[in-house]
């Protein structure tokens, strides 16, 4: 059996450009992974894939489904049961399906070293979700294109985050059509420590309310 964590992000900086032909957003952002992680552990050899989660919402066809059909179209992968254990919250832009996605790659890279390179997974990593290639990255890094252009950073001194979620959640394709109905400045990346989000100008009353709320 194999295991990994799989870290959540935080964006300390993100400025959402105009959406392009396509309707794909660019972006240029400021990733920082942090210690709230969900565990994934594979047994390989099993009769057939299987995905076991502690999340009863999880659905049938997710990021780790999508990984491995796609390292599938490049290599052979044997069948695999997958043990899921969530504590990043969905719908809360912390990147939990991203970052399983990037933990199984990782897996997939350790187990069959011959089978895959590094190149093969970062070609994976862009085609399951844009934050993946961060999180085959990990630390701090910039991310520029739609986010899986990556160009790591140095590892600063330790910080500490308040991560707190409302109940309501926002799925990533209702925030950046809500963040385009709000006028905003296509900011370009701060020479020096700024905490800045564009999805602040979209985030439901309910999480302004909670940011208050924590501020008083």
Not at 138 to 157: F, M, N, S, V
Request: with cysteine.
């Amino acid at each position: 059996m194999d295991r990994t964590i799989c870290p959540a992000k935080v964006n300390l900086f993100l400025s959402v450009g105009p959406p392009e032909p396509s309707g794909m957003h660019p972006i240029r952002t400021i990733f920082q992974a942090v210690s709230l992680c969900d565990d994934l552990e594979i047994t390989w050899g099993a009769d057939s894939d299987s995905i076991e989660c502690d999340w009863p919402s999880l659905p049938e066809q997710n990021t780790l489904t999508k990984t491995l059909r796609l390292t599938r179209e490049l290599t052979e992968v044997p069948p695999c049961a997958i043990k899921l254990t969530k504590r990043i919250p969905s719908e809360a832009g912390l990147g939990g399906g991203s970052s399983n996605a990037a933990g199984l790659l990782r897996l997939i890279l350790r187990r069959f070293p011959d089978f895959l390179s590094e190149q093969d997974a970062q070609q994976i990593a862009s085609g399951v979700g844009a934050d993946v290639s961060f999180f085959l990255t990990g630390g701090r890094a910039i991310g520029t294109h739609y986010g899986e252009k990556i160009e790591p950073l140095p590892d600063q001194d330790e910080q500490w985050f308040v991560l707190a979620k409302p109940e309501q959640g926002v799925s990533t394709g209702a925030a950046y059509k809500m963040l385009d109905e709000a006028p905003r400045e296509w900011r370009d990346l701060p020479e020096t420590d700024v905490l800045y989000n564009d999805f602040e100008l979209a985030a439901p009353n309910a999480c302004q309310d909670l940011a208050e709320h924590m501020k008083s």
